[in-house]
C-alpha cells in the first residue's frame, strides 16, 4: 500500500504513520497542509489512498475534500478528523469519499479501516453515524472557565503541562488537573484528542 497522508499535527502524522509502516506494510507519505496534499498528489502518485485531516490549514473543510478527489483520479480519498460529527461523515460520504476515519480509533481498527478503503469499500464506524452532538467553539466558550480555555489553548499549540505551567505561572500538578477536566468535559481519552476536538469546533 502506498499511502498519502496529510495533518497539520505532527504527533498524528508520526503516530499513524509510524504504525501503518510497521503493522501494515505501507509506504507513507505525509505532508502538514492541504496545498502541499494537492502538490504531492501531482506530483508523486499515484497512491492507494490519500487521508485528508478536516481541519488542517488550506482543507477549508468539504471543500478541500472535492478538490482533491477531483484531482486524485481513481485513488479513494478519506477523511481524517478528531471528532465523528454524524452530519460531516455522511456529507463527505455523499461527496465521494471512500470514508471518514476518528483520530479516536483504536490502532488496529485504523489499519483495518486503511485496508477496506484501499480494496475500494466505503468506511465509516457506527459510532460516527449514531453520533448527534457536535461541539461548537461557542458551546466550548460556554462550557468551560477562563483558566480552561487557557489551558486548552495550550494543549492546541501542542505545549507540554510544564510549558503551559510557566507561561499561566501556576503550578504543574494544577495543570495536570485541568487536563484531567478538560477531557471528561470535551469527552477526550487523552490531551490530544482534547486539542483535536477543540481544534475541529473552531476554538482558538
Do not use: W
Not at 486503511?114 to 459510532?127: D, N
Amino acid at each position: 500500500m502506498r499511502i498519502l497522508l496529510a495533518d497539520d499535527h505532527a504527533l498524528v502524522r508520526d503516530t499513524i504513520s509510524v504504525y501503518l509502516k510497521a503493522e501494515g506494510e505501507a509506504e507513507v507519505v505525509t505532508v502538514p497542509d492541504f496545498n502541499s496534499a494537492m502538490e504531492t498528489i501531482r506530483d508523486n502518485g499515484p497512491f492507494d489512498l490519500i487521508l485528508l485531516d478536516f481541519s488542517m490549514p488550506g482543507m477549508n473543510g468539504l471543500e478541500g475534500l472535492r478538490l482533491a478527489i477531483r484531482h486524485a483520479a481513481k485513488t479513494p480519498v478519506a477523511l481524517l478528523s478528531g471528532t465523528a460529527p454524524n452530519r460531516i461523515a455522511q456529507e463527505a460520504v455523499d461527496a465521494g469519499a471512500a470514508g471518514f476515519v476518528p483520530k479516536s480509533m483504536a490502532a488496529k481498527s485504523l489499519l483495518n479501516a486503511v485496508r477496506f478503503m484501499v480494496a475500494g469499500e466505503i468506511f465509516v464506524p457506527s459510532t460516527v453515524l449514531l453520533a448527534t452532538d457536535e461541539p461548537t467553539s461557542d458551546g466550548l466558550n460556554a462550557t468551560l472557565s477562563q483558566r480552561e480555555k487557557q489551558v486548552l489553548s495550550g494543549l492546541c499549540r501542542g505545549m507540554p503541562n510544564k510549558e503551559i505551567a510557566r507561561e499561566l505561572d501556576l503550578q504543574e500538578v494544577t495543570i495536570k488537573l485541568h487536563v484531567r477536566t478538560l477531557c471528561r468535559k470535551l469527552n477526550a481519552k487523552n490531551r490530544t484528542q482534547a486539542a483535536m476536538i477543540a481544534r475541529d469546533a473552531g476554538f482558538e
